[in-house]
């Protein structure tokens, strides 16, 4: 079945760049997304990466797909405090319906030192 | 601005209560889908639908029920609450079918304390 795989925490400088990381297995993956979600708060979509693009940057956040790996990233330069948060990977499958389902890493809790 | 609202932010239930969670969104979406977010296990489907009246089974839908009338209704229901059923419970909705811009909305989440 589905799987989307993160490491559950991160520690970081602030200043330095984050890079946050995600596996999943299922290469039929269409989109694949990055949500953050803040303490008390529910989840805010990041930013996405089509399963056909390598790439992409958007200001300080830049995501790198490797689909013969299945291995995705997040990097967030300049990392700040308010950046503190949790970070979801997720994926999107074809669904066994007329509707798809979004699968979700375990997120990654990311904290930042002074 | 787009909104799912989540019925309650806090609730504690005794163990064998019947339970609902209501998630009401109002961008007019099809897909609605029920959460629960555990420490370390992430966002697990519980159970999603993609239009009135119809249902499909996420990967832990034991012990859950959903109902769903009306296009912005999707209502989760715990038939006799148990405590591992205490949890940080999450409605999203987002337009069908899924594509880059069809992100999920969430709601704030509901956490259930099941004594």
């Known amino acids: 079945g589905e799987d989307v795989e993160q490491s559950l925490f991160l520690s970081v400088r602030e200043g330095d760049s984050s890079v946050i990381n995600c596996t999943y297995t299922?290469?039929?993956?269409?989109?694949l997304y990055w949500y953050k979600q803040e303490p008390g708060a529910g989840l805010q979509l990041l930013t996405y990466?089509?399963?056909?693009?390598d790439m992409k940057q958007d200001q300080r956040l830049t995501v790198l797909l490797n689909k013969k790996d299945k291995h995705l990233s997040l990097r967030i330069a300049d990392t700040q405090t308010g950046d503190s948060a949790i970070y979801f990977c997720?994926?999107?499958?074809?669904?066994?319906?007329?509707?798809?389902?979004?699968?979700f890493g375990s997120g990654t809790r990311l904290s930042i030192r002074p | 601005d787009v909104k799912v609202t989540q019925s309650s932010r806090y609730l504690v239930k005794r163990t064998g209560e019947k339970v609902f969670l209501e998630c009401v969104q109002d961008?007019?979406?099809?897909?609605m889908f029920w959460y629960r977010q555990d420490p370390g296990l992430g966002l697990r489907l519980i159970y999603f639908?993609?239009?009135?009246?119809?249902?499909e089974k996420g990967d832990i839908p034991e012990g859950y029920s959903v109902s769903r009338e009306k296009k912005e209704r999707f209502s989760l229901i715990l038939e006799s609450a148990s405590t591992n059923q205490t949890s940080m419970y999450l409605c999203?909705?987002?337009?069908?079918?899924?594509?880059?811009?069809?992100?999920?909305?969430f709601g704030q989440g509901t956490r259930l304390t099941v004594v």
């Open positions: 999203a909705s987002s337009f069908f079918p899924q594509g880059a811009n069809t992100e999920a909305f």
């Open positions: 299922d290469s039929s993956s269409t989109y």
């Open positions: 990466i089509f399963s056909n693009m």
């Open positions: 997720a994926e999107i499958t074809p669904g066994y319906s007329s509707a798809s389902k979004i699968i």
């Open positions: 961008m007019d979406h099809e897909n």
């Open positions: 639908s993609y239009d009135v009246k119809m249902k």
